[in-house]
């Protein structure tokens, strides 16, 4: 069964500094998905990893992926206020449905 | 293009009532989903359906029941709503399973079972 563990759950850090949040799988699967939730809305995808050793990167925010660890990181470079939110990756169970398997995630606050 | 909806946006109900809640996607994708967000538990898959006329049980499919009538809608029905079932409900859908096909999701309805 997959099981999916985001670290750490909560996360304050101050603008400017630089700061990743780890993702870890239990089973094999290439295809891993961070996601961005803000308060009362619904989850808008951030980066869509397919492969061993892909990286993606977007503004502040720079994802990756190491299938061979079954580990995911999304790096956050010199934070803005407006990152604040709750970043959630997501595995893709690879057994016919595709089903996508959700960490708890990891509410972050970017102090001024 | 509308991509996924969901209706109601937000529900009351009382303890044994049912309802049904909607999903609409404008897309042709050939899957969907339903999850439930709880606090601090991220989203948990209730049930899923590969293609119209399929279902199939996710994690937490206790007290719900789905139906893909028509490729672009999957309902989620609570036939006896439970307290428990207090949650925001997200449907999403993909194309399909090969290559570039991430999971959009609907904007979800908030539901309070009293």
């Known amino acids: 069964e997959l099981k999916v563990e985001q670290n750490p759950l909560f996360l304050s850090m101050q603008e400017g500094k630089n700061y990743t949040i780890y993702c870890n799988y239990s089973t094999t699967s290439d295809r891993l998905y961070w996601y961005r939730q803000d308060p009362g809305k619904s989850l808008e995808s951030l980066f869509v990893l397919l492969s061993n050793g892909a990286v993606k990167q977007e503004g502040r925010l720079m994802a990756s992926l190491d299938t061979k660890a079954r580990l995911s990181t999304l790096h956050i470079t010199a934070a803005v206020h407006d990152l604040s939110a709750t970043y959630f990756c997501a595995v893709e169970d690879q057994g016919g449905s595709e089903k996508l398997v959700f960490g708890k995630g990891t509410k972050l606050t970017v102090n001024p | ?114």
């Open chain 2, 1 to 114: 293009n509308a991509g996924v909806t969901q209706t109601p946006k937000f529900r009351v109900l009382k303890t044994g009532q049912s309802m049904t809640l909607l999903c609409a996607q404008d897309m042709n994708h050939e899957y969907m989903y339903w999850y439930r967000q709880d606090p601090g538990m991220g989203l948990r898959l209730i049930h899923y359906s590969v293609g119209e006329g399929t279902t199939a049980k996710g994690e937490v499919p206790d007290g719900y029941n789905v139906s893909r009538l028509k490729k672009q809608n999957f309902l989620l029905g609570l036939e006896s709503a439970a307290p428990s079932q207090t949650s925001v409900y997200f449907c999403a859908s993909r194309p399909g399973t090969s290559g570039y096909n991430e999971q959009f999701f609907g904007p979800g309805t908030r539901l309070t079972v009293l």
